[in-house]
């Protein structure tokens, strides 16, 4: 299994940035993909998530209606459309796949990480 995350870096308050998170090395029927975050001195947190079979998805109340994640099956790869960015999403940005199950933001649940994209939001 391999989670190759990408598209992190410096932007303006109110920007955009599209993070991808390429899975490969695995046959999954039923699996779900997770992006969670973590900045400085807090806990990682969940931010949104996919089940990859049905396209379910979940994004915590902070991103709603600003972060939008998106599934392409056949090149098995996840997308997190950031718009309107604030510097309170600076973290550095991680995908995870859960095997069986579908879209959770307990960071338990999840059974392969990828090395994180750094996103910083500032002037």
């Known amino acids: 299994f391999q989670l190759q995350a990408s598209g992190g870096g410096l932007v303006q308050p109110g920007g955009s940035l599209r993070l991808s998170c390429a899975a490969s090395g695995f046959t999954l029927n039923y699996y779900a993909i997770g992006w969670f975050r973590q900045a400085p001195g807090k806990e990682r947190e969940g931010v949104s998530c996919?089940?990859?079979?049905?396209?379910?998805?979940g994004s915590t109340d902070s991103v709603e209606g600003r972060f939008t994640i998106s599934r392409d099956n056949v090149e098995n790869t996840v997308y997190l459309q950031m718009n309107s960015l604030k510097p309170e999403d600076t973290a550095v940005y991680h995908c995870?796949?859960?095997?069986?199950?579908?879209?959770?933001?307990?960071?338990?649940?999840?059974?392969?990480w990828g090395q994180g994209t750094q996103v910083t939001v500032s002037s």
């Open positions: 996919i089940n990859m079979s049905d396209g379910g998805t």
């Open positions: 995870a796949l859960a095997v069986g199950l579908g879209c959770t933001f307990s960071t338990s649940d999840y059974d392969y």
